[in-house]
Each structure stands twice: as structure tokens, then as C-alpha cells.
Nanobody, 120 residues
Framework: QVQLVESGGGLVQAGGSLRLSCAASGRTFSNYAMGWFRQAPGKEREFVAAITRSGGNTYYAESVKGRFTISRDNAKNTVYLQMNNLKPEDTAVYYC?????????????WGQGTQVTVPS
């Protein structure tokens, strides 16, 4: 089992920044590719960003490319999502996810989510 706990969400004005953190425990963190998803009210959960086990490769949804940065610290068992130039359409619950070995569909583990609100 891998436990994932997100933090860092909150309310921020449009154009502002937030950094989300996801702390992992339970298994060897560096064995897992990590990702972030989000779900806005009335919408399906969507992919935001992912990072490989070593951090050497990252992937982003087109809607956040150039504004969000995913990173990880394997020594701290933590993955981050730096979100800049936030927009009202970024309002959602953000979920951390872990997938054994390589990134792809159907992560193995999910966090409980953290709310990000950007008022219009």
C-alpha cells in the first residue's frame, strides 16, 4: 500500500500562485511514477501533470503547460505541483496519484484531494 496526502490548496486570486505537495508513505517512493489530476464541479477528473520515477521526464496537459511545474524529491518522498498564473478555470479538487514503475492509465494509488479555488 502507498498512502498519499496532499496539502497546499487554498483560495488564491487570478494570476496568483500556489504550490501543492503530496507526501507518500508505505512503499519505496522512487519505484513510482507520480501524477496530479483535478476534478472541477460537475466535470470528470482530468489529467494535469506527471513525472517519471527519477524526475527526468515530465508530462503536462495542454491547459496547464507553461504555467504549472511538477517536480519530486525522492529523499523526502514528496511530489510537488507549482501552479503559477492561476485562472478561475483551474478551480478544482487536485489529486495526487502514484503508478508503479511507469506513468500510464489507471494509477495504482490516489490521495484524498486538496481544494484549489480561483475566484472569477
Amino acid at each position: 500500500q502507498v498512502q498519499l496526502v496532499e496539502s497546499g490548496g487554498g483560495l488564491v486570486q487570478a494570476g496568483g500562485s500556489l504550490r501543492l505537495s503530496c507526501a507518500a508513505s508505505g512503499r519505496t517512493f522512487s519505484n513510482y511514477a507520480m501524477g496530479w489530476f483535478r476534478q472541477a464541479p460537475g466535470k470528470e477528473r482530468e489529467f494535469v501533470a506527471a513525472i517519471t520515477r527519477s524526475g527526468g521526464n515530465t508530462y503536462y496537459a495542454e491547459s496547464v503547460k507553461g504555467r504549472f511545474t511538477i517536480s519530486r524529491d525522492n529523499a523526502k518522498n514528496t511530489v510537488y505541483l507549482q501552479m503559477n498564473n492561476l485562472k478561475p478555470e483551474d478551480t478544482a479538487v487536485y489529486y495526487c496519484a502514484a503508478r508503479l514503475m511507469s506513468w500510464g492509465v489507471n494509477p495504482n494509488y490516489w490521495g484524498q484531494g486538496t481544494q484549489v479555488t480561483v475566484p472569477s
